[in-house]
């Protein structure tokens, strides 16, 4: 693959059920896949990708589109039956200025540095990631972009891990009043959110451990 492709199209029409780690090279076809594995296209150089062919996977490993720092824009939606999320999905995708979370309502558990380093994000609607527990390591880290973010679909977590919205300094205020069932958290929780002048730490009543 040469650094001068600027858009892929995954297609396939022969089946295929696992492919191995750092898959970016050689494109096996895709299209009856329901799993993938570390590094799945990390760090290509992207501007856009559809992710259709990929309508069957149930599981995406680790660093899923990792460093993919090219990419605009991304439709989530062939992803609507996935329900595990390897860490450090679309860790690094800076450019990205939205991002639908929608087809992820039936994700059960995500790995650490989830949505990391997207600086580009201003907003996102968390709600699709309703059944999660806990929330872990690096949630949101370094996503320097948001302005505004709302917790009440963590209502019931009770526990989240290191770095939750670390370094989230473009959040001029932030309601803890929804994670009210937290009795643990991390280290470092929201280290670096420089932006916040007034933080109500009131609702977290219940916690018995702190990083």
């Given amino acids: 693959m040469t650094a001068a492709v600027r858009a892929f199209v ?92 929608t087809p992820l309502v039936r994700v059960t558990s995500v790995g650490g540095s989830f949505l990391s380093r997207c600086r580009g994000l201003s907003a996102l609607d968390l709600r699709p990631l309703a059944r999660l527990t806990p929330v872990r390591d690096g949630f949101l880290a370094k996503c320097t972009g948001l302005t505004t973010l709302d917790l009440t679909p963590f209502a019931h977590v009770t526990s989240v891990g290191s770095w939750f919205l670390y370094d989230c300094h473009g959040l001029p205020a932030l309601d803890l009043t929804p994670l009210a069932s937290l009795t643990a958290v991390g280290d470092s929780f929201l280290v670096c959110c420089t932006g916040l002048t007034v933080l109500d730490l009131t609702p977290l009543a219940h916690l018995n451990s702190a990083g």
């Fill in 10 to 101: 995954v297609a396939s029409d022969v089946e295929v059920t696992s492919v191995g780690d750092e898959f970016l090279l050689d494109l096996m076809p895709l299209a009856c896949l329901t799993s993938v594995d570390d590094g799945f296209l990390s760090y290509c150089g992207f501007t856009s990708l559809d992710l259709t062919p990929l309508a069957q996977l149930t599981c995406v490993g680790n660093n899923f589109l990792l460093g993919c720092s090219g990419l605009t824009a991304l439709d989530l939606t062939p992803l609507a039956l996935v329900i595990n999320i390897g860490g450090g999905f679309l860790f690094g995708c800076s450019r990205l200025t939205a991002l639908d979370l």
